[in-house]
């Protein structure tokens, strides 16, 4: 760990410091929606190429970058435009894994840098340096995604987070950051989760598939203005029984830990996710994601991979929006586990039962709706997990302990690809892994 940052773990109550930001947020909402309406290819690069001057400086403070350019003989002052970066070297998942705190180029005060821990969807968790700007970025992003949908917010507004994961946290913050309004986790696992979403009337509700599998079940909740959804397998069954029972935009939106939000599903193409740029920038015409951050950041990230697949190409979408689009996105792999009452669960609200192993080195099959194997690379002791898998999937709707076969694997025997697939099925059904 490198020790000119500490980690923290703790919710920050002190929200009173993100109303200096407010400015910032807004002019990160217009500068989205500049660039989205902005028709011509050369004049949206001019607007880009202007960002490189940031990253020069960035990458000129990363002792990593300084290290790692001199190796290829290039320097910071060499990129000049978004075309100079195919002769700069590619940052992989597993590097900066390696050299988080390096890449990092930590300002010279305290700015309030935190790290946080991905989970881990390559097969291992990274540490992430973020500064207080890159904490709030997700509520800069909403602003322009609340313009899109036509959704406007009312004073003080509510924002549920709706927690299908097993553990039950909840709390409650102020957020000013969003119009003095206010932030809400509400776990589904709670008795009173209806009564307090009732209570709350949320405007913007965050959740993922699991928990709006949820919301879709229960009768008289509020109606939002805006759903979002992580790009998690969002199934059109589930889209289509949200429909029904939601009729408000449902947000799809790809993000990671490392980079922020990149991009978000069009309202009216399925599976066409629309970059956010200026803030980064996913270079065209590649078969997997590769990303360069445009937003000024304690973390600068140079032609970073996350092991997604996709391709980006210019677009002039009919829902109005003009930029480029990633098309072909492939992230974890989807996969449903069946309950004995015969109810789909998404398998990857277990993935916190297996936060101490790395996704290469569990898998996890259900070959019957009461019968599961665990394959472990490491299966030395296995009870504790066990144990805990046992209480999660009895928390997801097995009331009675299913058959668990626990086996030792080699590492070898997990290889799927470039994106592990910890979870299978062998319960046919739309949209797994069989």
């Known amino acids: ?41 050369d004049e949206a690069r001019a607007l880009l190429d202007a960002r490189l001057e940031w990253l020069r400086g960035a990458l000129l403070a990363s002792p990593y970058y300084v290290r790692r350019l001199q190796q290829v003989g290039l320097h910071p002052g060499d990129l000049q435009s978004l075309q100079d970066l195919r002769h700069f070297p590619t940052l992989e998942r597993t590097g900066l894994a390696l050299h988080w705190g390096e890449v990092s180029a930590l300002p010279s005060e305290d700015e309030g840098c935190v790290v946080v821990r991905s989970s881990g969807s390559t097969g291992e968790p990274v540490r992430v340096v973020r500064d207080r700007r890159d904490c709030l970025h997700m509520w800069a992003v909403l602003r322009f995604w609340l313009e899109r949908a036509e959704v406007a917010l009312p004073p003080r507004p509510r924002v549920v987070l709706l927690d299908a994961l097993p553990g039950g946290l909840e709390y409650s913050v102020r957020l000013p950051i969003l119009q003095d309004g206010a932030l809400h986790r509400v776990s589904v696992l709670r008795g009173d989760a209806r009564e ?119 677009d002039a979408c009919a829902c109005g929006f003009q930029g480029w ?53 490491d299966a030395t002791e296995p009870g504790p997990l066990r144990e805990r898998l046992t209480g999660a999937l009895r928390n997801l709707g097995w009331s009675d302990a299913p058959r668990l076969d626990v086996r030792a694997v080699s590492g070898d025997s997990l290889v799927t690809g470039t994106k592990p697939l910890p979870f299978r099925t062998r319960i046919p059904r739309e949209g797994n892994h069989t």
């Open 1 to 41: 760990m490198d020790a000119r940052v500490a980690p923290r773990a703790n919710i920050r109550r002190d929200t009173a410091s993100q109303r200096p930001h407010v400015p910032w947020a807004e002019s990160i909402a217009a500068g989205l929606s500049r660039l989205a309406a902005v028709p011509r290819e």
């Open 196 to 314: 307090r979403l009732r209570r709350v009337s949320p405007t913007v509700v965050f959740s993922d598939p699991e928990g709006l599998r949820w919301w879709a079940e229960q009768d008289g909740l509020p109606v939002p203005g805006l759903v979002l959804s992580s790009a998690q397998h969002l199934s059109e069954a589930l889209r289509e029984r949200l429909a029904r029972v939601l009729p408000v935009p449902v947000l799809n939106y790809y993000a990671t830990t490392e980079t922020g939000p990149l991009a978000w599903e069009c309202f009216r193409s399925t599976g066409h996710f629309h970059v956010l740029a200026p803030d980064v920038w996913l270079e065209p015409d590649q078969d997997e994601v590769v990303v360069t951050r445009l937003r000024p950041s304690v973390l600068p990230l140079l032609r970073y991979r996350p092991a997604d697949a996709g391709t980006v190409r210019r």
């Open 325 to 377: 689009t990633l098309e072909g996105f492939g992230g974890r792999g989807a996969c449903g586990f069946t309950t004995p009452t015969g109810r789909s669960v998404d398998a990857w609200a277990l993935a916190w039962v297996f936060k101490h192993h790395a996704l290469r080195a569990f898998r996890l099959t259900q070959l019957a709706p009461t019968h599961f194997e665990l394959e472990l690379v």
